[in-house]
Structures are given as C-alpha cells and as structure tokens.
C-alpha cells in the first residue's frame, strides 16, 4: 500500500452522531415507510456506527398527532398533520446540533425535510444542501398534481419561492431559510414540467443522471464541492436516487438510477469535506418490496449510506489505537 493510501485508511475524523426516528408517512399515500426508522435500528445501524468509531446518541423516535379532519388546503393533502410534525422534527433537529452531533434523521417520507432543514439552520445558520434523490420535490402547493407534500418541500424551504407558498395551516412556523445558490441535486430523472422550469427560473444547479452518466460520480462530487461555499452540509438522501434493482422497496422507484456504487461514493466524499452537519435518511419503505429479499436489500443500502457518511471505507478501516495480539 502507498504511503497515501495508508494515511487516507487510516487517519479517522471522530464523529458524534445524533439519531432521530422520524415515523411518518402523510406526505405521501402509501402505508410502511413509517416502519423504517426501527428497521434500519434493527439492521445494527447504531452498532455498526460504534464499530467505526463513532460516538452514537439515540434520541428515540418522535411521536406525531394525527389532525383529524385534515382536509386538502388548495388542493395539497394532510396539510395541518404534515405541518405540526415538521414543527416537532424542526426543534428535535436543533437540539440534537446544540447538543454537538451531526444528526440523522430516520424518515419518514421526504415531507420531513422541511422540519429536518428548518431545524438545522436555526442551530447553525446557513447551510449547503445536497439533495439525493430521483425527482426534484420542488413543486409548490400550487403547481403540484398530486397534492402530495413530499414532493413539494423544496419550496417551502427556498427564500425565492416563498411569494408562491400560500399561507396553510400548521406552517405559520415556517419560514425559508435556504438559498437556491447553496442548493445541488444528484441523480434527477423524474422532474415534472413545472419543476423543471422552477429549477431553470432559479438556476439550480442539479445533476441528472444524464450527467452522472456524461460525468461519472467523481467528477459529479467534484463539480459538487467546487460549487457549493464552504458551510455546512446538510446531505438529504432519498433512497429512490439508487436504481430500483437495488433499493425496490419505496413508494415511488423510477427506473435508472445510481448504482449501489455511485450512491456509497457520494456519502464517502461528503464525508471527506469534513462539512457533513446533518443526513436525512428517507423513504424506505418495508412495506413496497415484494419479497424479504427486497426490503433486504433496500434497508441494508441504506445502512451503508450512512456509514459511508461517517467514514466507513471500502478500502478497509481500522481504529487508530488498533496493535497487533503480541504472542
């Protein structure tokens, strides 16, 4: 081994992780991927992030009303239940930085990113986004289709959208705090129209998987780090960006995606930057995979995702007081 390579193994920033259970699932329709947070507990995420040296703080699962007669509010759905959760996930999300961890946050559908954002920044201040994922979740309440809010929390987070947010219950608590500058997608292939012309009107950066394709993930992360100002990152990783083959059990899998390789290379390379302040772990869904061996295979990917953000190397590792069994 290369004196490089033997330094790049074996140096190990010291993580302390802040992990939160996030069972929801009212962003969406379907049923399950409120089971995740313990599944990927179940699959030795804790374990195995003390096993790599991390100093790990399990803060539980957060428990989220149901409003009931939570009727669409201008055509979005459970509008007051997904905005009371994300308030409780955005104070959750503050006080796990205040208390000097990065945080995890176990969704859950990607509705949470609203709170999960909102709460980082209020502990921090600016932050860089990076948001993994296979579609952009950029609709507004109003150009949205579905009226599902998990593919809409962009909007409410970015300061050049708020004047096409209307005012909805349970949100009064929300305001924007991300600039569309500090804001790059990975692994885009199922934008809508009017997403694909809010992300042109804002200029937002995002690589597709066109340019994953054209660029190869190395120099997507590159192109990434170069881009985005030196604040903290806040990695929020969809598991429908890794190609469906690997990851099937989700609400919503669109063909063609990252390969398990390309999606353990992206938290790898954040995790080098030294700038990783939060992850959102979010919509694993154990109820959408046909066989066992399909929910498998999606949480333990998911597993690896986050180790990969807190130094787990392909290569190997090894904790730095490790000698030899003298004989």
Not at 105 to 126: E, F, K, N, Q, R
Not at 170 to 187: A, E, Q, T
Not at 284 to 307: C, F, I, K, Q, Y
């Amino acid at each position: 081994m290369s004196g490089s390579r033997a330094s790049a193994a074996t140096i190990r920033l010291s993580h302390s992780v802040g992990i939160i259970g996030a069972p929801f699932s009212k962003g969406q329709p379907k049923d399950g991927v409120e089971c995740a947070p313990n599944k990927l507990r179940a699959a030795g995420l804790l374990e195995r992030l003390q096993q790599q040296g991390c100093a790990v703080k399990d803060y539980g699962n957060l428990t989220f009303e149901n409003v009931a007669l939570d009727e669409p509010v201008k055509g979005s759905k459970s509008v007051r239940t997904v905005g009371s959760a994300n308030q409780r996930l955005s104070e959750a999300v503050k006080a796990v930085k205040r208390d000097g961890h990065t945080a995890v946050m176990l969704g859950g559908d990607h509705s949470l990113a609203i709170g999960s954002i909102h709460g980082h920044t209020a502990a921090v201040g600016p932050v860089s986004v990076v948001w993994v994922d296979a579609h952009a979740d950029i609709h507004t309440p109003l150009s949205s289709n579905t009226g599902n809010i998990h593919g809409q929390p962009m909007s409410y987070l970015l300061y050049e959208l708020q004047s096409k947010v209307p005012p909805l219950p349970n949100f009064s608590w929300m305001k924007p705090c991300l600039s569309s500058r500090d804001l790059v997608y990975i692994g885009l292939r199922d934008v809508d129209p009017e997403e694909h012309y809010i992300m042109k009107l804002l200029t937002v950066k995002a690589f597709s998987m066109t340019q994953v394709d054209q660029l190869g993930v190395a120099r997507v992360m590159e192109e990434t780090c170069d881009y985005l100002s030196k604040k903290p990152i806040h990695l929020s990783y969809d598991i429908d960006a890794i190609d469906p083959s690997v990851t099937p059990a989700t609400g919503t899998p669109a063909v063609g995606g990252l390969t398990y390789r390309e999606g353990i290379y992206i938290t790898e390379y954040l995790c080098q930057t030294g700038l990783l302040s939060a992850v959102d772990m979010v919509e694993v869904n154990p109820l959408r995979g046909r066989t066992e061996d399909d929910v498998h295979s999606t949480v333990s990917t998911a597993v690896d995702l986050l180790l990969g953000c807190f130094g787990r190397r392909r290569e190997g590792n090894h904790l730095p007081d490790y000698s030899l069994p003298e004989p």
